[in-house]
């Protein structure tokens, strides 16, 4: 039976809080598995060219001047 007692007598915890080890080869990733996968980095940039309305669009506005009667009543007929 190992003895999980440090110098003082005092008992110790026999896992390894905080320290990982590397294991040899590391284990299988998700490019192991799926080496093709699509890039999706490029749909999280910010771009104004990717803006459909533009810089000078007031969405506040926009959606303010909406009809809600006409759109619900649109809704509808579908």
């Given at each position: 039976m190992a003895d999980n007692n440090n110098n003082n007598g005092k008992s110790k915890c026999p896992f390894p809080h905080g320290t990982s080890k590397q294991v040899a080869g590391g284990g299988t990733s998700n490019?192991?598995?799926?080496?093709?996968?699509?890039?999706?980095?490029?749909?999280?940039?910010?771009?104004?060219?990717?803006?459909?309305?533009?810089?000078?669009?007031?969405?506040e506005a926009a959606y303010n001047s909406w009809e809600y009667k006409a759109v619900n009543k649109d809704i509808a007929t579908i």
């Open positions: 490019k192991d598995w799926w080496p093709n996968q699509l890039k999706l980095h490029v749909l999280r940039q910010h771009s104004p060219i990717s803006n459909p309305m533009g810089e000078d669009i007031d969405y």
